[in-house]
């Protein structure tokens, strides 16, 4: 085994007024990393370069997703961001207008770890 996930969050987010799949994919993902912190990087010594994260977000027109500028929001990690069918597209009956709807799932993926120990920090 080349990698090992050890970490996947999940998302959703929507665009309301603008059908931008792209703002709804953008959403989706800060919702999934919002309340994820990783300290093990400084615990066990790890450089965040060592991790690959991959996003799948999904919607129903993947294809206008701007997959590349989703991929420069994700502050650690080599990146790449896919877009698959997913999420769900609402369309209001009055106005004739489409809420986009968009989930997403960040993984990431580090090399096999034998034996982490936790660095203790000097008093």
């Known amino acids: 085994m080349s990698e090992q996930r050890f970490i996947i969050e999940m998302g959703t987010g929507n665009d309301q007024y603008g059908q931008d799949y792209t703002k709804a994919a953008a959403r989706a993902i800060e919702d999934a990393i919002r309340h994820s912190s990783l300290p093990i990087f400084e615990a066990v010594g790890l450089s965040h370069d060592q991790m690959r994260v991959q996003v799948t977000v999904g919607v129903q027109e993947p294809e206008a997703v701007d997959c590349a500028a989703l991929a420069t929001k994700l502050p650690r990690g080599r990146v790449t961001v896919r877009a698959v069918l997913g999420g769900l597209n609402v369309p209001n009956p ?8 968009a989930s997403a799932a960040v993984e990431a ?5 034998d034996g982490w120990v936790l660095q203790r920090k000097a008093d």
């Open 109 to 113: 993926f580090l090399p096999p770890q």
């Open 94 to 101: 009055d106005t004739g207008g489409v809420i986009v709807i």
